[in-house]
């Protein structure tokens, strides 16, 4: 009987989940939890190990999901690599030999933590993977899903610039790193597209290094080569505001069509709105830390084993454009953070 | 014995390198030799020009400063960080400043008067001002230029007679760091200095204040860099700290032939250095070279430039040998 009263309240919060994004939880009397299950939750420990803390994703994962899991009497904890790949595998391997209970897991590219994070998961510890999925498929995956980022992208030069619309059939790509699987995926969903839409023309297609100012100089110098240029997708809006002051800079923003992407920080609206984008593609934090929660909250109360279930969250994908915009289509880290 | 060919410097070498690869850019590139893509090749390498300025002024000293790049990410990204929390423009750009020259100030103390090597001192200075930053006065690593600073385009995002202004700033900075160097007792000293440091002291020249000057300045022109980056984008990207920009400016120093025993070459080594690498980046740009090419290709040409002068201007061991860095 008490079987059954946990399957159905389990099965009502997964329903809940599905229901209720964006709703986040201020208390743990309207957590929609059983005392049992408070109980099976206070004490446990989630440790986050991000790419670097300090840049708008993290920050914004780490503030919302710890808002969330806190007040159910959960442990969060941060180790933060600063873009060292060792220093993320040496913490990871001492996260394991600590035995926390789930690790929250932001990889560097498929690889680098596959194997680690199968080691984890053999030793009981659950593993949640944010943004970038390893070759090691784990208990959960939140992120975007950059083949529909790119697809969506490329559906929108050719929109702008197929057919005689735009100033000509021209639009240049830069990247941020070439062999990152986000660019490689985004290509992808690129290529899916162009392939079908021959008369877009790629003039460029360089690596800026997710830096603005190497951003900024690619575009540049690919506006001096084509003046008539009518389209430019930078994949990432850290690293566009350079490819954006570029056409600003050439007077072209009328002409000119910048697609980025990003998490929703304010910034993007704020560029949107200022017109240095034309439009970003947000896979919303806040959407994301929702499924991140849920999803740790979902494997404790589980009583699977690590690895037993494999769950993959991609977050629905926000098209930003001044036309479209709304006062909650970003959100502002000082709303979430505390400390 | 003279073959010949002892006209032949690093700097000439590397110059005639720069103009062989722009000849070939210019006539094999179409759209390479316009006005407005040269004005584009300079302006892409403005700021790293400025940096090389900054390095080659302690570099001349016998000194390098590795934490060059920090100091301009996070004094600028702190500016811009209290220029929108304080609504004010001209106390958060003299606040930056005074963190430069504080920066310099401890680093040129540390070097001259506590007698560390300038090369560990910057190393730990670099990773000190970063930490500092990201811990206590920027929020996110990077810091967007404020709405209300719409000003400090003149700094990077106009142009003056159709010529950038970037530009601008760094033929003026080097203007003014090249006749400092050449016409002032300063700059004369900064070079006895870097060629024998104890020469130097026993004949009275000042040393241990005038190294703590270099750092000063050099901490200056990292800040002036960072400003007009900023303007560039309308943002400052404190990830350029554990990027290789750093190693990117100390060669276009040496590349120059500015050489890292002290004491020899100037501003114009700098700005030869630099744009050898501004013609091939522009260059491989507009070919659609990728990244990772560009950095083979790039490596292997400044290899072959090394390599040739090392051949024409063998190392003399004995004055090479001469100190520490």
């Known amino acids: 009987m008490k079987r059954l009263i946990t399957m159905l309240l389990l099965g009502m919060l997964a329903l809940a989940g599905d229901l209720s994004h964006g709703i986040s939880r201020a208390a743990a009397d309207d957590s929609g939890l059983t005392p049992e299950q408070l109980a099976m939750l206070k004490g446990k420990t989630v440790a986050f190990v991000p790419l670097s803390m300090g840049f708008d994703l993290t920050e914004g994962w780490s503030a919302m999901t710890r808002k969330q899991l806190e007040p159910l009497g959960i442990n969060w904890v941060i180790r933060d690599p600063n873009w060292s790949t060792d220093a993320g595998a040496q913490a990871i391997s001492t996260l394991i030999a600590n035995k926390v209970d789930v690790l929250v897991v932001h990889n560097p590219d498929v690889q680098s933590y596959a194997r680690l994070l199968k080691k984890a998961q053999d030793a009981g510890i659950y593993v949640v993977q944010v943004n970038m999925q390893s070759a090691a498929h784990t208990d959960a995956f939140v992120g975007g899903n950059f083949v529909e980022i790119g697809e969506s992208d490329a559906n929108l030069m050719v929109a702008k610039c197929g057919g005689g619309k735009g100033s000509s059939n021209k639009i240049a790509i830069v990247q941020g790193v070439l062999t990152a699987a986000a660019s490689i995926e985004r290509m992808q969903g690129i290529n899916n597209v162009l392939s079908k839409h021959p008369e877009i023309e790629v003039v460029s297609n360089q690596a800026g290094d997710w830096d603005a ?6 575009t540049d110098t690919v506006l001096k080569q084509h003046p008539d240029l009518c389209g430019v997708i930078d994949f990432w809006d850290g690293a566009a505001m350079g490819s954006g002051a570029a056409i600003r800079e050439a007077g072209k923003q009328d002409q000119v069509t910048l697609v980025t992407a990003g998490g929703g920080e304010q910034s993007a609206c704020d560029n949107v709105s ?15 830390s929702d499924d991140i929660a849920k999803s740790v909250e979902k494997v404790l109360l589980a009583k699977q084993p690590a690895g037993a279930d494999k769950q993959i969250l991609y977050t629905p994908l926000v ?6 915009m709304r006062p909650d289509t970003c959100w502002s880290l000082k709303d979430y953070k505390t400390n | 014995m003279n073959f010949g060919f002892g006209a032949l410097s690093q700097e000439r070498i590397v110059f005639i390198l720069a103009a062989l690869l722009f000849a070939a850019f210019a006539l094999f590139v179409d759209g390479f030799a316009s006005a407005a893509n040269l004005l584009s090749l300079v302006r892409g390498v403005s700021v790293l020009g400025i940096l090389g300025i900054g390095m080659a002024l302690v570099v001349i000293g016998r000194g390098i ?8 990410a996070i004094s600028v990204a702190w500016t811009l960080s209290l220029i929108a929390s304080m609504q004010g423009a001209v106390i958060p750009m003299l ?14 103390v540390l070097i001259a008067y506590v007698e560390i090597p300038a090369l560990f001192a910057t190393l730990a200075m670099g990773t000190l001002i970063y930490g500092i930053g990201r811990f206590k006065l920027i929020d996110l690593d990077i810091v967007y230029v404020p709405e209300n600073a719409g000003w400090m385009k003149i700094f990077g ?33 900064i070079y006895a200095q870097g060629d024998n440091l104890v020469a130097a002291r026993i004949t009275g020249i000042p040393v241990r204040p005038l190294i703590v000057l270099q750092y000063v ?19 400052m990207n404190t990830r350029i700290v554990n990027s290789t920009l750093i190693y990117d400016v100390i060669l276009v120093v040496v590349l120059g032939g500015v050489g890292l025993s002290g004491g020899k070459g100037g501003i114009r080594n700098v700005i030869v250095g630099t744009l050898l690498i501004g013609v091939l980046l522009n260059g491989m740009t507009i070919l659609d070279v990728q990244y990772t090419a560009q950095n083979v290709i790039k ?15 063998p190392r003399d061991e004995q004055v090479a040998q001469q100190g520490d860095i």
């Open chain 2, 217 to 235: 300045a050099s901490s200056l022109i990292g800040f002036a860099a960072g400003i007009i980056t900023a303007a560039s984008v309308a943002s």
């Open chain 1, 319 to 324: 098209t930003a454009s001044k036309e479209t």
């Open chain 2, 299 to 313: 490596s292997t040409i400044l290899l072959v430039a090394l390599v040739v002068d090392s051949f024409l201007n």
């Open chain 2, 95 to 108: 606040i930056g400043i005074a963190f430069a020259i504080a920066i310099g100030i401890v680093a040129g």
């Open chain 1, 274 to 288: 200022n017109g240095t984008f034309t439009v970003i593609d947000i896979s919303d934090v806040r959407t994301q």
């Open chain 2, 157 to 189: 995002a106009v142009q003056v007679f159709d010529i950038p202004t970037p530009v601008l700033y760094f033929v003026a900075i080097a203007a003014v760091a090249s006749l400092g160097l050449r016409y002032t007792k300063i700059g004369k000293f």
């Open chain 2, 65 to 72: 400063n590795l934490s060059l790049v920090a100091t301009m």
């Open chain 1, 213 to 218: 100012s190497k951003s900024r100089a690619i």
